[in-house]
């Protein structure tokens, strides 16, 4: 593939769809130059979506005809019976087949899971796939997994989050020996349940691994670990709870500097800062 980059583009998934996916992929498009779509859908539904919208380049766009979508609420050990046909296997089967070198997919993550470990397979060494995402710090980023795929976790599978976390942040942001962190009650060692307590010391023996012990919720974003490793549930509350708390404090910043004529005047002086706060916490 050289230079260029290709992706598949589960269209089909999500709450929204085609009216999301096909203007982000055109987006996106426009911003990577090396980057190729393959738009994996029911094709005429695709085409329809296409026309709608300019496409500058549709050279770097190709059609992947899929014939079923796999709903938000199905549950993955169901779907694993019928999944052939669907867009996100269609997705998959390019990937395995090494038609694009990844894929992008708003649809059902425990179902995304399940099929791409089927499909794909685990690395030598791992048992669990894990949801991973940066996570908002004091300065730049770090990466919380897992994030809601794997809800019992047991202390082997959360040492294999910590490797594979460190692996990540490693890749993406050019560190060297990046800081793992396990999300616990308490930043003593003999704090969390048994499979946090045994993961503890399994992270910590692991000399490959540059362990900064264990870390509370309330220290997330103080920037002190660049992974932080945690069960799929402690994990999402986690995430959920940070959004939810993002959220309120935005709509009461809106509300105060709409309260009076005074107070959206020093909204507009304060604007510039309150983007800059806003992006750093979309990270």
């Known amino acids: 593939m050289g230079s260029e980059v290709h992706l598949a583009v589960d269209t089909m998934s999500g709450d929204l769809g085609l009216r999301v996916s096909v203007p982000a992929s055109l987006q996106i498009l426009q911003q990577q ?15 329809e979506s296409l026309s709608a ?55 059902n993550t425990g179902v995304l899971m399940a099929l791409a470990r089927r499909s794909i397979g685990m690395l030598p060494g791992y048992t669990r796939p ?5 996570f908002p710090v004091k300065e730049g980023r770090c990466y919380m997994l897992d994030l809601g795929a794997n809800v019992d ?24 020996s990046p800081r793992v962190a396990l999300l616990s009650n308490g930043s003593e060692e003999g704090k969390g349940n048994d499979s946090i307590r045994l993961a503890y010391q399994r ?21 002190i670990a660049d992974v932080i490793v945690c069960d799929g549930l402690l994990g999402n509350v986690a995430l959920k ?6 959220s309120l404090a935005a709509e009461l910043v809106r509300e105060s500097f709409t309260r009076h004529w005074w107070s959206r005047i020093t909204g507009l002086l304060a604007a510039p800062q309150l983007r800059d706060v806003s992006t750093s916490l979309s990270v």
């Open 33 to 47: 130059p090396h980057l190729h779509l393959h738009l994996i859908g029911e094709p005429h539904a695709l085409e």
């Open 53 to 107: 919208h300019a496409v500058r380049d549709a050279s770097r766009i190709q059609i992947i005809p899929s014939t079923a979508v796999i709903a938000m609420d199905a549950r993955p050990a169901a779907v694993l019976r019928r999944a052939a046909g669907s867009s996100i296997q269609v997705a998959l089967d390019h990937l395995k087949a090494g038609e694009v070198t990844g894929l992008v997919s708003a649809g």
């Open 130 to 134: 894990a949801c991973c995402s940066p």
């Open 153 to 176: 976790c047991s202390a082997q599978h959360l040492h294999e989050f910590a490797a594979m976390g460190s692996v990540l942040a490693s890749a993406l942001d050019d560190i060297q």
């Open 203 to 223: 992270i910590k023996e692991d000399k490959q691994l540059n362990f900064v012990g264990a870390i509370e919720g309330s220290l997330l974003h103080n920037g």
């Open 241 to 246: 709870v940070a959004e939810g708390t993002a």
